[in-house]
């Protein structure tokens, strides 16, 4: 069969760190996941991120919510998050505001802004998330 990743990240002896490699996943190999903070059927799959391939400043998901799903107040401090949404509803609460993002729509979060997420539909919601961090110093 075919294994979730074509290509692997290789390790440095000397400094035990992850070097990135270009990879392609197969998302059905991918397990779902509860991620602390999220609640009620907020499911996410980790496609790019550190412990998936080595990126060192990607965290590229896809996720998906039962109606009621969420994600409780959270911030994060250097990293910038986008949502876009693939179908149904979700209520996005950032920076004193609340929206209702759709199919299509996309959504820009800062660092250092408060932000929740709700699946207030009648159906599931799926979205891709991509979050960058700043170079690191």
């Known amino acids: 069969g075919r ?3 074509t290509a692997v990240s290789v390790m440095s002896a000397r400094s ?3 070097k990135a490699l270009p990879f392609v996943s197969n998302i059905a190999e991918i397990p779902w996941l509860e991620f602390p903070g999220h609640f ?3 499911l996410s799959k980790a496609l790019v991120a550190p412990e998936v ?6 965290d590229h998901r896809i996720s998906s919510y039962q109606p009621m ?3 409780a107040e959270h911030v994060h401090r250097v990293q910038e998050q986008v949502y876009h949404v693939l179908e149904g509803e979700l209520t996005v609460i950032a920076g004193g ?8 729509d996309t959504c820009f979060i800062g660092p250092n802004e408060n932000r ?3 699946n207030r539909g009648n159906g599931v919601c799926t979205i891709l998330v991509a979050a960058a961090a700043p170079p690191a110093k």
């Open 3 to 5: 294994s979730a990743t």
């Open 16 to 18: 035990k760190s992850v």
């Open 40 to 42: 009620g059927g907020a």
């Open 53 to 58: 391939c080595g990126s060192q400043r990607i």
């Open 69 to 71: 799903a969420h994600v």
């Open 97 to 104: 505001k609340e929206i209702v993002a759709r199919p299509g």
């Open 116 to 118: 929740e997420i709700v």
